[in-house]
């Protein structure tokens, strides 16, 4: 069993930046995929940025890229979600999740929720215009 523990959510600003970070412990995967992910009342949980182990591919939703940035310390076991700009439709719920099986196909299902096997709390981020 894998666990997810998100933090460096807050309210701030338009414009604004924070630094949200997700402690991975538990088992470990050969083959995995981690991402980003949030969501609103009334919303499905959307794809905002991820990564594979294997694949070495990093992508972005389109409302992320060029203001977010997704990094990892790998003896933290810790991943980053660096969120720059940002913006009052940013506000959200944000939720990280790890999967072991979106190696293949990944630019479609590694953007999908249900693919993802363990997910954090969650950490709010609230943007004020």
């Known amino acids: 069993q894998v666990q997810l523990v998100e933090s460096g959510g807050g309210l701030v600003q338009a414009g604004g930046s924070l630094r949200l970070s997700c402690a991975a412990s538990?088992?470990?995967?050969?083959?995995?995929?981690m991402g980003w992910f949030r969501q609103t009342p009334g919303k499905e949980r959307e794809f905002v940025a991820g990564?594979?182990?294997?694949?070495?591919?990093?992508s972005y939703a389109d409302s992320a890229r060029g203001r977010f940035t997704i990094s990892r310390d790998n003896a933290k076991n810790t991943v980053y979600l660096q969120m720059n700009n940002l913006k009052p439709e940013d506000t959200a719920v944000y939720y990280c999740?790890?999967?072991?099986?979106?190696?293949?196909?990944?630019?479609?299902?590694?953007?999908?929720?249900?693919?993802?096997?363990?997910w954090g709390q969650g950490t709010q981020v609230t943007v004020t215009s």
């Open positions: 999740a790890i999967t072991d099986r979106v190696a293949d196909n990944y630019w479609i299902r590694g953007r999908v929720a249900g693919n993802y096997d363990y």
């Open positions: 538990g088992r470990t995967f050969n083959n995995y995929a």
């Open positions: 990564f594979t182990w294997g694949g070495g591919i990093t």
